[in-house]
């Protein structure tokens, strides 16, 4: 068999057609990929480092629990949950009879006291005669010692010769014993008024009536039964809006049972919940830009760091994290940081205690102190409500005094 001569030997196979269009579109999604991972270098450089944000963030307030200080049944309630109050503003009332009747009674005691007192100073004197009365019967005692004492040197003179009898001498001797017991019991007399007037002057020296210890202590029983008649009516400490009423009409109360909260909106702040990794650069007086789920991004808060928690949520729970025992797995931290708030923008647009926040703290700026180093230079929170609840006790108790001292 032959092999033609023609036949062409086999070479490499032909390239296939290139796609100009694909291999451009690698590179064009290469080049966007290159250029995002750039532009989101540089904004994590430039921008985004200088923040911290958190959504675990929300409104806290001031929940001020009104508690009786003294027991008693509600007779009247004047304020029920949403209800805006004032300062001063009696929200409960209680049955104030005991409290009268109490009253009364420390100003029958007051009263008593005074009398007592008087007594006492009036003794003074009383006792002063009765030191002069048994200082004359010393001195009436001691002639009549004198007396049968002369009587007695007498009669022994005449003894010796028989001119006066044995039973006439010794008449005369028990004469003289008698005149010497009695004289004693005169200067035991007069010991004893001593005593006597000592003992009332420790009661009345270096005071008045109206300052005698035991005139004070009545007086002080009367106040506190004024402040309790005064304490029937539960006034609201602050300004602001009702809740969790839980009183009921005829209810009889103990000292410190809850009744209704006080939420003063005015006085809101933010707690916001940082992970650990992100407290690194967050210091005290740093801004914050916060929104509210409530109002959405239209509504943006401006509020500045003011302090930052001294501890985890964990820390304090009421039973904390045993990670010593057992399996352990790690779980982020979170530290509370609290955000103060602009009263004016508060009072534009409120918020409520517990509301979601979203905040971001600009973390720039880094000059302020991770914790404070000085104590608060004023109180938080005070009231004054309270303090002219016993403003008319010290009327009442001088009226009672001057009312009881006769014409001292």
């Not at 501890?311 to 509370?336: D, E, H, M, S």
């Amino acid at each position: 068999m032959s092999t033609p001569e023609n036949t062409a030997l086999p070479g490499p196979a032909p390239k296939a057609p290139g796609n100009p269009a694909r291999k451009k579109a690698l590179i064009t999604l290469a080049s966007l990929v290159v250029i995002g991972g750039l532009g989101w270098t540089a904004y994590e450089w430039l921008v985004a480092r200088h923040y911290e944000d958190t959504d675990n963030a929300y409104v806290q307030g001031n929940v001020i629990q009104i508690t009786p200080q003294i027991g008693g049944t509600v007779t009247a309630i004047m304020a029920d949950d949403t209800d805006f109050v004032k300062a001063g503003q009696a929200l409960v009332q209680l049955d104030p009879a005991d409290a009268h009747v109490a009253l009364e009674q420390a100003e029958a005691n007051l009263a008593q006291a005074v009398r007592q007192v008087r007594t006492l100073y009036a003794n003074n004197a009383s006792l002063g005669a009765q030191i002069a009365l048994r200082q004359a019967d010393v001195a009436k005692a001691q002639t009549q010692v004198e007396r049968a004492t002369d009587d007695l040197n007498r009669r022994k003179a005449l003894a010796s010769d028989g001119s006066v009898s044995k039973e006439e001498l010794n008449h005369a001797q028990s004469q003289l014993d008698d005149s010497k017991s009695a004289m004693a019991s005169a200067l035991a007399g007069v010991a004893a008024a001593k005593e006597q007037l000592a003992s009332n002057r420790a009661m009345t020296e270096g005071t008045t009536v109206d300052k005698h210890p035991s005139v004070l202590a009545a007086a002080a029983r009367v106040q506190e039964a004024w402040l309790a008649t005064q304490r029937a009516a539960l006034p609201a400490p602050v300004d602001g809006f009702v809740a969790r009423r839980t009183v009921q009409l005829g209810q009889r109360v103990a000292p410190g049972t809850p009744t209704m909260s006080i939420v003063p909106l005015n006085q809101v702040w933010v707690d916001a919940n940082f992970k650990e990794v992100q407290l690194r650069n967050i210091r005290i007086g740093q801004p914050v830009k916060l929104t509210a789920d409530l109002y959405g991004s239209k509504v943006e808060y401006k509020g500045t760091v003011a302090g930052l928690g001294v501890g985890t949520g964990a820390a304090f729970a009421l039973l904390p994290a045993q990670n010593a025992t057992g399996n352990w797995i790690k779980v982020v931290q979170r530290v509370p940081v609290r955000v103060t708030l602009d009263p004016a923008q508060i009072a534009k647009s409120p918020l409520r205690v517990g509301l979601s926040m979203m905040a971001t703290v600009d973390v720039s700026n880094q000059d302020g102190k991770m914790l404070a180093d000085a104590p608060r230079a004023a109180a938080p929170a005070e009231t004054a409500v309270y303090d002219a609840l016993g403003t008319g006790a010290a009327e009442d108790v001088r009226k009672i005094i001057a009312a009881n001292m006769g014409g001292h």
